[in-house]
């Protein structure tokens, strides 16, 4: 396949970009972390598509991005009282929550009782969203390579494996942090621009 570069300042940008994703393209975008891959994350066959494309190992789960904290519910379920409090501070933002899953979540995009949720803090990628709902997202890399922080990076590594990339300029940040909120305490699974001590702030870490 041929993979497009749409620019997203150029009027209906975002809209088309939505639309290849309503009709089952893969589709990179920038996002506040770095730049991501979406896939639908009800179209068990999208999400599919997109571990495909990034060699990524099947076993490996991946997290929703949502336009804003009211979507929650198409997701999650039983949300910790812990998880809407963090929600409420630090969204939108770097921070990906583990919550409990609704069972209408493919199991491609999780296949256990959890699922990685966040809302990124960047207009371009909550626009799209607010238009696709939510998207399965992870980093636009090759699995196992460095995660993309512009169109041009998301080109060297898959350029001609999915069908566009969305360019909102250069990303100068870091994979979200994540927080599993199912444990009691919450832990920590992944160190990123949500600080420990921010994080120790709002509830009591393991």
């Given at each position: 396949m041929q993979t497009i570069t749409l620019k997203a300042d150029e009027p209906g940008a975002i809209e088309r970009a939505a639309q290849m994703l309503l009709d089952h393209k893969l589709i990179a975008f920038p996002t506040d972390t770095v730049y991501g891959l979406g896939a639908l994350a009800f179209e068990a066959g999208d999400v599919a598509a997109l571990y495909r494309a990034k060699d990524r190992p099947p076993e490996r789960a991946i997290?929703?991005?949502l336009a804003d904290q009211?979507?929650?519910g198409q997701v999650a379920e039983q949300i910790p009282t812990v998880?809407?409090?963090?929600?409420?501070k630090f969204w939108p933002g770097a921070l990906?929550?583990?919550?409990p899953k609704?069972?209408?979540?493919p199991d491609a995009v999780?296949?256990?009782p959890t699922v990685g949720v966040r809302v990124p803090?960047?207009?371009i990628a909550r626009r799209l969203l607010t238009i696709t709902g939510p998207l399965a997202v992870t980093s636009a890399n090759r699995s196992g390579l460095a995660s993309p922080r512009s169109a041009s990076e998301v080109l060297e590594q898959l350029d001609g494996r999915i069908h566009a990339v969305l360019d909102g300029g250069?990303?100068?940040s870091a994979p979200s942090t994540v927080l599993d909120c199912t444990r009691i305490p919450p832990s920590i699974l992944r160190h990123g621009p949500i600080t420990e001590d921010q994080l120790r702030a709002m509830t009591r870490l393991a």
């Amino acid at each position: 396949m041929q993979t497009i570069t749409l620019k997203a300042d150029e009027p209906g940008a975002i809209e088309r970009a939505a639309q290849m994703l309503l009709d089952h393209k893969l589709i990179a975008f920038p996002t506040d972390t770095v730049y991501g891959l979406g896939a639908l994350a009800f179209e068990a066959g999208d999400v599919a598509a997109l571990y495909r494309a990034k060699d990524r190992p099947p076993e490996r789960a991946i997290a929703i991005l949502l336009a804003d904290q009211s979507m929650i519910g198409q997701v999650a379920e039983q949300i910790p009282t812990v998880a809407r409090r963090l929600m409420s501070k630090f969204w939108p933002g770097a921070l990906t929550l583990i919550v409990p899953k609704r069972s209408d979540i493919p199991d491609a995009v999780s296949g256990g009782p959890t699922v990685g949720v966040r809302v990124p803090a960047l207009d371009i990628a909550r626009r799209l969203l607010t238009i696709t709902g939510p998207l399965a997202v992870t980093s636009a890399n090759r699995s196992g390579l460095a995660s993309p922080r512009s169109a041009s990076e998301v080109l060297e590594q898959l350029d001609g494996r999915i069908h566009a990339v969305l360019d909102g300029g250069t990303i100068d940040s870091a994979p979200s942090t994540v927080l599993d909120c199912t444990r009691i305490p919450p832990s920590i699974l992944r160190h990123g621009p949500i600080t420990e001590d921010q994080l120790r702030a709002m509830t009591r870490l393991a």
